[in-house]
Nanobody
Framework: QVQLMESGGGLVQPGGTLRLSCRAS????????MAWYRQAPGKRRELLAI???????NYADSVKGRFTISRDNAKNMIYLEMNSLKPEDTAVYYC?????????????????WGQGTQVTVSS
């Protein structure tokens, strides 16, 4: 079993940058495929980026070219680097872990979830 905790959210101006972190504990993270999601008020949860155990990645069209997912298995950490932020990126961001590698962005099932970190993009 693994526990996930996100950090790094906050208030940023449009065009700015944030780096979210997700710390895994209770189990080594390198056995899991990982993902970042977000959920804005009144909207469905949206899958943003996925990363395999071997660090293969894929991104939703809405963030491709702006967001970068990465992992440091030695530190049990997953990251989401977010650049060129827009007001529509405002949401609670979650990391998730699971044993299935889907390869593409779609309806996935993840076993473990963090509590989320708020990102607000506003001037």
């Amino acid at each position: 079993q693994v526990q996930l905790m996100e950090s790094g959210g906050g208030l940023v101006q449009p065009g700015g940058t944030l780096r979210l972190s997700c710390r895994a504990s209770g189990s080594v993270v390198d056995i899991y495929n990982m993902a970042w999601y977000r959920q804005a008020p009144g909207k469905r949860r949206e899958l943003l980026a996925i990363i395999s155990r071997a660090s293969t990645t894929n991104y939703a069209d809405s963030v491709k070219g702006r967001f970068t997912i990465s992992r440091d298995n030695a530190k049990n950490m997953i990251y989401l680097e977010m650049n060129s932020l827009k007001p529509e990126d405002t949401a609670v961001y979650y990391c998730a872990a699971g044993t299935t590698w889907y390869g593409v962005i779609g309806p996935h099932q993840y076993t473990y979830w963090g509590q989320g970190t708020q990102v607000t993009v506003s001037s």
